[in-house]
């Protein structure tokens, strides 16, 4: 087999070339493995999108007549030259195309040639297609050429949509409880959506869906850190439909949760999943998993790949495990020495104490991600709000006054609370930086936090900044309304009102909070035994639209915290009049 290198904009030119992708897409159907995350389907779209940040790079193995026998797209990213498979670590799967029982005469020649003219000290793959041939890698030509392979097997989960007893189990009292309380508020369809124009504009939402839970989580923004991720996705679901399965969970017209898989007819990978942050309580990501194996079993595909991961639910859903192998190429056995010793560390560490071993793996991760949040904000120049946080972590006051309200008292003014958002939690990641700091990260874990409590966010934003935000605790709990209640500030019954107006701090915006708090009362009836509001200390204008929609002082509370230990409140009541 003889082996071209065709790269840049002669490799794009040839991509796009109707006879090269009918000879592209007849080596596709000829693999007995998932492939495609090697079809054009999967690759052009990638290309297009990471144009001038990737350069596409197909390696091709002809035969004597010049027939396309094999192919590997590859990319090559312009800042550093490193070497990856179309798709980058957005293709779950690494592989190739080749006629059958021909990998070894495609990839030994492939990959020195690519060593020999590419400088190559290591080269990642992530994992390869389930059944990828994977007897090559003891080929005598790859070491003689100066390439060490490192390779790790792991088994992966996967959900067999044949399997009718499975989906049954699944569909269990607690999921049908969560469908019933939904089709309450509204129709609950779960929709394939395949209009280009439709698809991109309920992308945007999936991607702030995507990079709230992921910054409050981990750190990290999937689509604000990668512009140019939307795009591919975008044209993914435009030019080919049909090999993407990008559905949404819809209860009338508000998206509870999005998915979006690579598809084949035959088997659909569980790729990018998302759900609106305030809908934590009632977990509509498993609702939306459960539906989804439901339409594809419907439409005819057998196998839902759960994809390479530890997450709990995977192994929750999963009717059996397939065996995935990951390699590493190395230009030299040092590299690849020092590499095995770290991957027997890490399996350890993973398996080698079971339970708490996972535990440790995830500790450590967590070090990492913050480690690596410490780093940027130093790069931004937010040292001095990194001390202050760590500072408050060590040894932590706060000072709330608190405020109830009668229910008899009269409602609020007609128009007030106009600019005040319900359940906006896109509000939450304004602000001037543009950039996931770690005081933004704690607001949005916070908020992640009080959305899995079933607290109501309100936001008023002002001229891109966030001037004032409040949650309604409808149920209150924790120390904070233990506190309150041992005060007895907090009636049973009454709702909790928690407000912070100085997030973004706005001068000039007064009336920001009592619109915040307006709209807290406003369109609902006020619970029997009233509302108990808290906040910082307010100014006096504050003070005086807070006495003008009924709120009274009671005094204020203190908490402290030492190193981390429970917190300690104390009450001092206001004095006559309601000075505190």
């Known amino acids: 087999m003889k082996i071209e290198l065709v790269r840049g904009a002669e490799a794009a030119r040839l991509a796009e070339e109707p006879a090269f992708q009918a000879a592209w897409r007849a080596l596709v159907a000829d693999q007995p493995q998932f492939a495609l995350l090697q079809a054009p389907e999967f690759v052009l779209p990638w290309y297009q999108a990471y144009a001038g940040l990737w350069e596409p790079l197909l390696v091709l193995g002809r035969d004597g007549d010049g027939t396309l026998a094999g192919l590997l797209p590859l990319a090559r990213r312009v800042a550093d030259g490193r070497l990856a498979h179309a798709g980058a670590e957005q293709a779950e799967y690494h592989g190739w195309l080749v006629r059958p029982g021909r990998d070894e005469e495609l990839l030994v020649p492939a990959l020195e040639r690519l060593a020999r003219e590419l400088p190559l000290r290591a080269w990642s793959w992530r994992w390869l297609p389930p059944g990828a041939a994977t007897g090559w890698l003891g080929a005598r030509a790859l070491a003689a050429a100066g390439l060490h392979v490192l390779s ?14 499975a989906l049954a189990r699944h569909d269990n009292r607690s999921l049908r409880a969560k469908r019933n309380r939904y089709r309450r508020r509204g129709e609950l369809v779960l929709e394939r959506v395949q209009d280009g124009p439709r698809a991109r504009a309920l992308l945007a939402e999936l991607a702030a869906q995507c990079d709230f839970r992921q910054e409050a989580i981990h750190g990290v923004r ?27 969970l819809r209860c009338g017209s508000e998206a509870l949760a999005f998915h979006l898989g690579g598809c084949d007819g035959r088997t659909c990978l569980l790729g990018l999943s998302s759900y609106a942050p305030q809908e934590s309580k009632h977990s509509p990501g498993t609702l939306l998993l459960v539906e989804l194996a439901r ?12 994809t390479p991961g530890t997450d709990a639910y995977k192994q929750r859903y999963a009717t059996r495990q397939q065996e995935l192998v990951r390699l590493r190429l190395f230009g030299s056995r040092t590299r690849r020495l020092g590499a095995r010793l770290a991957l027997r560390a890490r399996t350890w560490l993973a398996a080698g104490a079971g339970g708490e071993g996972l535990a440790r793996a995830e500790r450590l991760e967590r070090w990492q991600r913050g480690l690596s949040g410490a780093r940027a904000a130093l790069a931004h120049g937010e040292a001095g709000a990194l001390l202050a946080g760590l500072s408050a972590r060590a040894f932590e006051r706060r000072t709330l006054e608190c405020f109830t309200r009668a229910p008899q008292a009269p409602p609020p003014p007609a128009g007030a609370g106009t ?33 899995s409590d079933g607290e109501v966010l309100y936001t008023v934003p002002v001229a891109q900044e966030l001037a004032c935000l409040g949650w309604r605790a409808p149920a209150p709990s924790g120390d904070l309304a233990e506190a309150l209640t041992a005060a007895g500030w907090l009636a049973q019954g009454s709702e909790l009102l928690i407000v912070e107006r100085r997030v973004e701090r706005l001068a000039g915006e007064p009336e920001a909070l009592a619109e915040c708090v307006a709209a807290m009362l406003a369109g609902r009836e006020v619970a029997a035994a009233g509302a108990t509001l808290c906040l910082e200390p307010p100014t006096p204008d504050e003070r005086a639209a807070l006495a003008a929609l009924g709120f009274q002082s009671r005094g204020r509370l203190r908490r402290r915290r030492v190193l981390g230990r429970a917190p300690v409140w104390s009450a001092r009541p206001a004095q006559a009049g309601g000075a505190t």
């Open 152 to 165: 790790e097997a792991r088994p992966a989960p996967v959900w067999d949509l044949g399997d009718a007893e």
């Open 222 to 248: 999937p689509f604000a850190d990668d512009p140019r991720k939307l795009e591919f996705f975008a044209q993914r679901v435009a030019r080919f439909p049909a090999a993407s399965h990008f559905s949404v």
């Open 295 to 306: 339409a594809l079993a419907a439409e005819g595909y057998r196998t839902l790949d759960l």
């Open 419 to 451: 600019r005040a958002r319900l359940q906006a939690f896109a509000d939450l990641t304004v602000g001037a930086n543009g950039h996931a700091s770690p005081a933004r990260r704690a607001r949005l874990a916070a908020a992640l936090a009080r959305f």
